[in-house]
């Protein structure tokens, strides 16, 4: 486990504000009590405990991440199709039949998208 600070109310809400009530990666929006606090770049990579280094996200891109960097993630991300392709049949099918569409853009995440001034964000 690493040793991780608590932060303060205070310290949530600054960390909640960054990306005004969505998570930094999927995008969903979640409420500070839901939020929880990822660290960008890793303690275990080097990260430090600082509020740079700290930004909400959604319990499931929180536990995807884990301990990968940001680039890490947006990697693991985009090996899933292939995965679900290699590995699970339901897929598999709905992707033949057409119900599902396979497509390989590349992924981008909630806070490089609100980087970019993109609309509805
Ligand atoms: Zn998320």
Not at 53 to 63: D, I, T, V, Y
Not at 67 to 72: A, F, K, M
Request: glycine share 6%.
């Amino acid at each position: 486990m690493d040793k991780r600070r608590k932060l303060t109310k205070a310290e949530r809400q600054v960390v909640y504000d960054k990306m005004e009530g969505h998570c930094a990666y999927c995008g969903c929006e979640i409420s500070l009590q839901t939020m929880q606090v990822d660290h960008v770049t890793p303690l275990r990579k080097g990260g430090s405990e600082t509020m740079d280094n700290m930004w909400p996200a959604c319990r499931s891109c929180n536990h995807y991440k884990h301990t990968l960097t940001v680039e890490q993630f947006r990697q693991e991300i985009s090996k899933a199709p292939n995965r679900l392709m290699r590995y699970d049949t339901a897929y598999r099918l709905a992707v033949r039949f057409g119900l599902l569409e396979l497509n390989r853009k590349t992924v981008t995440f909630y806070f490089e998208r609100k980087e970019d001034g993109a609309d509805g964000l």
